[in-house]
């Protein structure tokens, strides 16, 4: 291991023995106050208490923190002891050793640890070089334990465990942890409307308690409304990860199958995991499939099932249970009154115009080197969607790693339009060419 290696090992092997002993000093202190590159080597309950402060061991350091030779590599610190019976390390005078790890290279861990900000804030708050020191800060800037998959996971397999039958609703969801979620709102390019829809859901999570002692429950339920490719799922998907609160995505032309059995029933299912699982997003895509159901369909079980639909959809409430219902339709002129009186917000998702494709662009390739034009590119893509700009980046890229070369030019772009426009032909057309001999 290189020097560099070294330091940083001593470094994170100090970080997890110091936030040991703080869990320990501090018994108030949940899985919240631990940071996220160490939390999972601190068992938790549920509720977010701490199950299990672990016995910090060179074992232990291997197996669950990946560090090899930890007893080598912090063995001669003057606050550490070390017991050979067990392997273990001990830490000697906590707040002495905190303050060696602040003057030695664990300055940035400490503000970012809220656990150990806790002690720190008090012992530093006032010494040169720890200003805006605080425990609040520390704390606000980690993710929230329940936004882990770990909390989720373990909240489903409850949910699972009191009703066995609740299994074929999970069997038909795809739930997403919002920590999960690589991609935030500002990698989206998003319409004032989206802009503001999102501000009123976050104003109003924030001021649950006082819409529901004034009644007003008609809030959370939204239609996105635009054609393939506009951004409906990634929005969604995004909004997840900004509000904290795990997604559940189901697509209605799966759960109203003939083929699957007991439909109305896994319907039913699907809104009792979401009221379960809460707070979350229930993300219902393919909604148009409840008009094209109702109305085309002979067979009276289905059309009890797309019934059961709309009836679970007025059980669900953002301000009542913590459900936030988002529907999603490519073909809106084909949804009934019925669905439509459901959703008390509708927000559009068109195909972006120039100035959208341009910002789209730059959003898609800010960690790229490219060498266009990005608004003749912006122009020179009429009727493209975001998904199709994203198609024509990567085709991009690829051009440009096949010769070599991890730079976009106007060549490689040119390939790229070329195979979105392939795409959608064969999408359109059922893949028929014009062949010129």
Known sequence: MGDIGKLESEKAIFEILL???????????????????????????????????PAISEPFLKEEANIEGAHAIIGKNPFVQYEDFGQRFHLQAFIPALKWYATHGGTD????????????DKEFADKKGWDGLSYETAKKNNPSWVETREYIR???????????????????TIIYAPEEIEFTIDNLVCTPQQEEMIQKIRVAKEHLSFLRERQIYEFGKILFVGPPGTGKTSLALAMSRALGMPMLEVRLAMITSQYLGETAKNIDRIFELAREVAPCILFIDEFDYVAKSRITDDNAAMKRAVNMILKNIDTVSFVKNSVLL?????????????????????VPFNLPDTDMREKILHKITSRLDCNINFRILAEATEGFSGADLRI????????ALMRDDDKITEEDVTIGMAKVEERNQIRFNGGSKTIHS
């Open 154 to 172: 373990g909240k489903v397999e409850d949910v699972l465990k009191d009703n066995e039958e609740m299994q074929t609703a999970r069997d038909l």
């Open 19 to 53: 936030t040991a002993e703080a869990l320990r000093q501090d018994t108030t202190l949940r899985v919240d106050d631990i940071p996220p590159r160490i939390r999972s080597l601190f068992a938790a309950a549920q509720d977010g208490s701490i199950e299990e402060i």
């Open 326 to 346: 988002i529907g999603a339709t490519n073909h809106p002129q084909v949804l009934d009154e019925a669905a439509w009186r459901r959703f008390d917000e509708i």
């Open 109 to 120: 861990n400490i503000r970012s640890n809220p656990a150990l900000s806790r002690f720190a």
């Open 392 to 399: 024509l980046v990567k085709e991009s890229i690829i051009s």
